[in-house]
């Protein structure tokens, strides 16, 4: 997940840099600012609530595999053989 993190926000970061390089290029041919939008990159939705969902989930289904670390369930791979 970390690495899909770092590549995201590498990503954005050349996003930003991309936008700034194209915006005097716009300027100098005379896109108006209300048609520059199209021109912008970004993701379409909030990337960082889907990972840490993501992580939440794959934590939770460990807990449940290894079991409580007091007492861990009969089965799991906490548990006394």
Known sequence: MADIKTRVTSFRTQM???VREL???LDE???PQS????F???FP???TASLDKKVEELNSAIGKKEGAEQ???KGTAGFPR
């Open 16 to 18: 930003t840099r991309f």
């Open 23 to 25: 915006t005097p290029l």
């Open 29 to 31: 041919i005379g896109v």
């Open 35 to 38: 048609g520059r939008a199209a």
């Open 40 to 42: 912008i990159p970004a």
């Open 45 to 47: 939705g909030d990337t």
């Open 71 to 73: 007492n861990p369930d």
